[in-house]
């Protein structure tokens, strides 16, 4: 005759009582955060700071292809007809320049800048197939609204936009249809050499996440995006607070956190055209100079200027304080515009 002990039945019954208590323990866990989440994922956007606001209200918009593209202009230096177009980086907007706005009125009759769409306060459509192509004829579209298409363009870049710039360079020097004429080119800190370029790790998840993308995009907060952004920032040029607030704000305007995957795709693109925009710019006999900061971890110091200076032999270049990183224009404007401006006033 099998005999069970009472105590193992005993221990078996609070094992049972155990188990079951842990299911509910996690029944409500589940039910508490699956709201919560829900909630998260559909945080409302930031409120716009005042600087935002102005510079937002004394912008403006057109339409390409049905979607509207916010811009900003302003008439400066009189005696002089140079204008200069700002093409900012990835993932900020036109405010990238806004330290730098008022010295550039000084020097030229027109000073324009753009926010790319998927960028800033344009819109942001999804899904969308965002490239670098698009991009530039967005460009082509506001010269020839602003009625600018018989000028000579100065364009002026950063990181995202140095590649916007290139296409355009390319069109320019190969006569496409409706291209822009460019007088001068100035680059900074953008990963025009795939060999020399170290996307971020959140960038490189993003771009290769597939199905997951949806849900990392709407999973990105502000405290992901300000210790990423802080990264390329130097040590002693740090955003402030605000400056953090308004970067974030501009990215999560019409949800545009949700299209940050898409738009990662120019990664890839870089390395798919990389002879059409090196090519171009190891080619043209327009001036070229490049601003670098020489902390930047995304093009790091001395792989990517050495890079640089030995295929863009043409080029001038400007290597700023060893202390400024990925964003010169932001981290050391005086020293970013004294280049610019012994760099335009050269020819």
């Not at 330290?99 to 769409?117: C, G, M, S, T, Y």
């Not at 004829?137 to 600018?148: K, M, P, W």
């Not at 202390?323 to 610019?340: C, K, V």
Request: hydrophobic share 35%.
């Amino acid at each position: 005759m099998t005999h069970r002990d009472s105590t193992s039945d005993e221990g078996e019954e609070d094992c049972d009582s155990s188990r079951s208590t842990m299911k509910e323990w996690w029944l409500h866990v589940g039910l508490i955060c699956v709201p919560l989440v829900a909630v998260y994922l559909h945080v409302p956007p930031p409120q716009l700071s005042p600087a935002l606001q102005n510079w937002r209200a004394t912008g403006d918009y057109f339409t390409f292809r049905g979607s509207s593209v916010f811009y900003r202009e302003s008439f400066g230096a009189r005696g002089s007809s140079d204008v200069v177009i700002l093409l900012h980086g990835f993932p900020t907007s036109s405010y990238d320049w806004y330290k730098i706005w008022e010295p550039l009125n000084q020097r030229f009759n027109r000073v324009i800048a753009l926010d790319f769409l998927g960028f800033g306060f344009s819109d942001k459509p999804r899904p969308h197939r965002y490239s670098i192509f698009e991009q530039a004829s967005i460009v082509e579209a506001l010269v020839s609204h602003l009625g600018l298409s018989e000028h000579k363009i100065n364009i002026l870049s950063h990181d995202y936009g140095d590649t916007v710039a290139l296409e355009l360079l390319y069109r320019s020097d190969h006569n496409r249809t409706g291209h822009l004429t460019i007088k001068s080119l100035c680059l900074s800190n953008g990963g025009i050499f795939p060999e020399t370029h170290h996307p971020r790790f959140l960038q490189k998840v993003l771009k290769d996440a597939g199905y997951l993308s949806p849900l990392l995009t709407r999973l990105m907060n502000y405290y992901l995006f300000s210790r990423g952004i802080g990264e390329v920032f130097g040590p002693f040029t740090q955003p402030t607070d605000a400056e953090y607030w308004d970067m974030w704000t501009g990215v999560r305007f019409k949800d545009g956190n949700l299209v940050i995957d898409s738009i990662l795709q120019y990664i890839n693109q870089r390395l798919k055209h990389r002879d059409r925009w090196v090519g171009a710019l190891t080619s043209t006999l327009v001036p070229v100079h490049m601003i670098y900061g020489p902390l930047d971890p995304v093009n790091p110091h001395p792989q990517f200027i050495r890079q640089y200076q030995k295929l863009v032999q043409r080029s001038t270049v400007s290597v700023l304080d060893e202390h400024i990183s990925h964003y010169p224009q932001l981290e050391d404007p005086t020293g970013f515009m004294n280049a610019y401006l012994n760099f335009i006033n050269s020819f």
